[in-house]
């Protein structure tokens, strides 16, 4: 299967502990998405990259949330302290190119439990 | 800033009856308009999409969405609904300026037999 794969699926945690979610794009996708997806709420945007650089990252919450694309491939969502009200579903997309006239193709999120 | 507005949280409809789900979006620029279904226990996937020219869009599995720029709306409808149509639906904006795409809250699309 070549669609967006993110790991790990299910992630419990406690409070104040980091964690990282991950995202494998599809295959020559240039352009990656972050939303997080609380329970009876749509996606909520977080960052997107074009290639290696962030375009746009005015969703990430506050500072304790950052995230990477070193390679213009994988990327990593990196939580730290986390809190509570960080429980979420993490959705990982990709695009082959403008996301805004082409095609968001999702992964199927990253369960995260913060106690 | 964009924004969207689903006002249908759910919306129950019979089997082969008609369903319209609301949409209205908030801009100041030029929008892409955009719908995605999620079926149960899977990702979001484009339905159908608003970029220029004829204002019905057609999409997948028999939708399809009017764009309506003096009410600033873009329903989806279908004239005869499926069991297999129950999921969330998802309206989205994003400006013609930029790729961030933002997403409604979804409306629960509920058949019943």
């Known amino acids: 299967g070549a669609g967006v794969s993110q790991t790990p699926s299910n992630k419990v945690t406690e409070k104040g502990k980091y964690v990282e979610l991950r995202c494998d794009p599809i295959s020559g996708h240039t352009a990656l998405y972050w939303y997080r997806q609380s329970l009876g709420q749509g996606p909520e945007f977080l960052i997107y990259?074009?290639?290696?650089?962030?375009?746009?990252d005015s969703g990430l919450p506050n500072d304790r949330f950052f995230a990477v694309r070193p390679e213009g491939s994988v990327s990593t969502l990196k939580i730290q302290r986390t809190e509570r009200g960080d429980s979420a579903v993490y959705l990982c997309a990709s695009s082959p190119g403008r996301a805004n006239t082409g095609e968001l193709f999702f992964g199927e999120g990253s369960r995260l439990t913060v106690l | 800033a964009q924004s969207v507005t689903q006002l249908d949280s759910q919306v129950p409809v019979f089997e082969e009856a008609p369903v319209e789900l609301r949409c209205n979006y908030s801009?100041?620029?030029?929008?892409?308009l955009f719908w995605y279904v999620q079926y149960p226990n899977q990702g979001l996937q484009l339905l159908l999409k608003?970029?220029?020219?004829?204002?019905l869009v057609k999409g997948i599995n028999g939708f399809e969405a009017e764009f309506n720029k003096s009410q600033t709306s873009f329903h989806l409808r279908k004239p005869s609904v499926h069991i297999s149509d129950t999921a969330e639906y998802f309206c989205a904006v994003s400006s013609q300026r930029d790729d961030k795409i933002i997403f409604g809250k979804g409306t629960r699309l509920h058949i019943l037999p």
């Open positions: 990259f074009q290639g290696t650089g962030a375009a746009d």
């Open positions: 801009s100041s620029v030029s929008v892409y």
């Open positions: 608003y970029l220029s020219g004829s204002t």
